[in-house]
Nanobody, 120 residues
Framework: VQLQASGGGSVQTGGSLRLSCKFSGRAFINWTMAWFRQAPGKEREFVANIYWSRGNPYYADSVKGRFTISRDNPKNTLYLQMTSLKPEDTAVYYC??????????????WGQGTLVTVSS
């Protein structure tokens, strides 16, 4: 499995960005996908996930109502639409994948990360 994240950049407070994550190497439809982020000097944290079965997405409280995770299975691509961005959203954003049959909740595959910078 290979994951290629893109779409990061610099925006001002209140702006929007859409991140993409291209998935390859296996059948995308069988994988639960997620976004994580890591701010400078902080631990990596969960942002959102979306199940292989197209169940309801789940969001961290800090992004709920502002971020939307989605997937386009025919295009093997995961998205994160980010709106009303705040300086505290500044981080490197990573996409991650976990097979639907996995017994653990650990994500096994990770993209390289894309930097989002929000200025006040």
């Amino acid at each position: 499995v290979q994951l290629q994240a893109s779409g990061g950049g610099s925006v001002q407070t209140g702006g929007s960005l859409r991140l993409s994550c291209k998935f390859s190497g296996r059948a995308f439809i069988n994988w639960t996908m997620a976004w994580f982020r890591q701010a400078p000097g902080k631990e990596r944290e969960f942002v959102a996930n979306i199940y292989w079965s197209r169940g309801n997405p789940y969001y961290a409280d800090s992004v709920k109502g502002r971020f939307t995770i989605s997937r386009d299975n025919p295009k093997n691509t995961l998205y994160l639409q980010m709106t009303s961005l705040k300086p505290e959203d500044t981080a490197v954003y990573y996409c991650a994948a976990r097979h639907r049959a996995a017994e653990s909740t650990t994500y096994n595959y990770w993209g390289q990360g894309t930097l989002v910078t929000v200025s006040s």
